[in-house]
């Protein structure tokens, strides 16, 4: 785990569903104020209404969160979250895309829309996180983050409060790594800031 610390991120990507909060609220903070690289978040959330995840993540975590906007770039060093009713992608100038075509695996934010086009822009730079949740959201885009040469990780499914999306994308290829939370935890607190 100690040489996978030292690679290269340009961004890193984290998906979760159900029990998701909890999950991000034990990882994230490992990144502290150490991080120079935007951290964009898709989390399952109904689709009508405000989200007010940023903020309750940004006063647990004490760090800056904000909602990811249409056309604005990925700046290293905040956490950005994807709004309610909308897909989140990257496009190549590193800016964001938000689109209301229809949900993917009944979700709109879909992981899959967001990983596979981070993976498409970021390469081999990027880190993508798969933590607990009930569908199959994120397979896919572990899958293209993995062939693209990017760091995966999955959180363990024995762990997870639900395994469904962790073990649809172990099945679907196999992670660089399957971790606990904890673990996850210190992997982020180990990674090379350039």
């Known amino acids: 785990m100690h040489a996978l ?7 890193l990507v984290i998906g979760a569903s159900a029990g998701g909060i909890a999950a991000l609220l034990a990882i994230l903070p490992a990144l502290a104020f150490r991080y120079t690289f935007p951290v964009i978040v898709v989390l399952h959330l109904p689709d009508d209404g405000d989200s ?32 309610c009713g909308y897909h989140l992608s990257i496009e190549p100038d590193r800016h964001f895309s938000l689109s209301r075509e229809e949900p993917v695996h009944f ?35 572990m899958e293209r983050i993995s062939a693209a040469g990017g760091l995966t990780i999955v959180q363990h499914p024995d762990e997870a409060e639900v395994a469904t999306m962790p073990l649809r994308a172990i099945a679907a290829r196999a992670p660089t790594l399957i971790l606990t939370l904890s673990q996850i935890h210190e992997l982020l607190s180990m990674l090379e800031i350039h």
Do not use: F, N
């Open 5 to 11: 610390a030292a690679r290269r991120i340009d961004a």
């Open 107 to 141: 979700s709109r934010p879909a992981i899959d829309i967001l990983m596979t086009s981070a993976a498409d822009v970021y390469r081999s730079s990027m880190a993508g996180i798969l933590l607990t949740g009930a569908s199959a959201d994120g397979a896919v885009g």
């Open 52 to 83: 007010r995840l940023p903020e309750v993540l940004a006063q647990r975590l004490g760090m800056l969160v904000e909602e990811a906007k249409d056309k604005h770039p990925a700046l290293g060093g905040v956490i950005y979250v994807a709004p």
